[in-house]
């Protein structure tokens, strides 16, 4: 069997190949970075035309928390605004329920509050809406089921609320949707676009390490003792010859 031989050669191949790889990887993050830095920064944080989405709740009386349903085996019981109307949220073992704080009606976050809820924070007209069994990428900080509230405006803008507490989620765009993109070439996450420490990155950084190291081999290789040739002709001390009388 033929031993592989660790020489210069060798290792100026192996360069030179995974340097081709590592190299398109470098011009995605040259790009992706680039693309990211350009794009506004408002409408990739998030868009609604400054709308805000809490109100004070409203003075007076408000339906007994201990007479609501289940209330007995509740681990938390929390009097907040859904929109501009005040409502206990209450969660049990088994999941929130949402009941109207002046007369104890139960609620449910359907179609038509989500999008009362949704435009609150965005006063384009609402073009499509759909509820969501679980999140998508554009609202995958968020867990359960959801209501995408879909606007006609210039940004395309969703917004996404929750289905169990109606609460507002966040606003997607296409600015934001762009950002994504180039986000999951730069982070090379293709799958949930948000870890920075997979595998395929490690094995890339740990990559370029190798490529650095191998360069600086490769480079010292690279000369020899006649290239420096120059270098000692110049601090060799010039003689000088004296007559005799």
Not at 36 to 49: E, Q, R, Y
Not at 155 to 165: H, K, P, Q, W
Not at 182 to 204: A, C, E, Q, T
Not at 212 to 239: H, M
């Amino acid at each position: 069997m033929k031993k592989i031989r660790l020489s210069p050669l060798l290792f100026r191949r192996i360069h030179k190949w995974v340097g081709l790889v590592l190299g398109i990887q470098f011009l995605l993050w040259a790009l992706s970075g680039s693309v990211m830095a350009l794009l506004d920064k408002g409408k990739v944080g998030g868009h609604g035309g400054g709308m805000g989405h809490e109100h004070p709740l409203a003075e007076g009386e408000y339906f007994a928390p201990a007479a609501l349903p289940q209330a007995k085996g509740a681990t938390s019981i929390v009097l907040r605004d859904l929109g501009a109307r005040p409502v206990y949220e209450l969660r049990t073992a088994t999941g929130v329920r949402l009941f109207d704080a002046a007369d104890g009606s139960a609620i449910v976050v359907d179609a038509a509050l989500a999008e009362a809820i949704a435009a609150m924070m965005n006063e384009a007209p609402v073009r499509k809406t759909s509820r969501l069994d679980k999140a998508n990428l554009e609202a995958r900080d968020h867990n359960g089921a959801m209501w995408r509230v879909d606007f006609d405006d210039a940004e395309n803008s969703s917004a996404y609320v929750a289905a169990d507490t109606g609460r507002f989620l966040v606003m997607r765009g296409d600015t934001w949707r762009t950002w994504d993109f180039f986000w999951m070439l730069h982070n090379m996450d293709y799958v949930d676009r948000k870890s920075f420490n997979h595998p395929l990155i490690i094995f890339v950084a740990f990559g370029t390490l190798w490529m650095s190291g191998t360069g600086f081999y490769l480079l010292f290789k690279s000369f020899s003792r006649a290239d420096f040739r120059w270098l000692r002709r110049r601090r060799k001390p010039a003689v000088v010859r004296t007559g005799t009388a």
